[in-house]
């Protein structure tokens, strides 16, 4: 799958945070220019020699990633929260919300 088969998604997607969906999408491939992606688990992922995040797409009141080895990345990173073994969660409310956490975002992609 590659990024015709995340844009038709996102063509289909019904939800009321799809520009928030969208803008986050564009802030992760703008960080890192080997950053690909696709659709896995029914929602855009996001790769790098493995799997780096994934939408949570049902979500109704914010745009949620789940970072799938978010406990090992090494940094500071206040907006990812979780406390499971592996995975840790970002979640953005709003076009700004994703603006005030846009350099976090990028540093954690690149990490």
Known sequence: ?????VDRW???YDNPQKPVVQAVR????AADARVGECIKWQAPTFTYKGNIASFFPKAKKHA????HKGATIK?????L????AEARSMSFASLDDLAAKRA??????RA
């Open 81 to 84: 929260t979780g406390d499971g």
């Open 10 to 12: 996102m063509a289909a």
């Open 1 to 5: 799958m590659t990024k015709a088969d």
């Open 26 to 29: 564009e802030a992760i491939l």
């Open 104 to 109: 976090e975002l990028t540093s954690l992609v």
């Open 64 to 67: 949620t990633l789940m970072f």
């Open 75 to 79: 940094g500071e990173f206040p907006n």
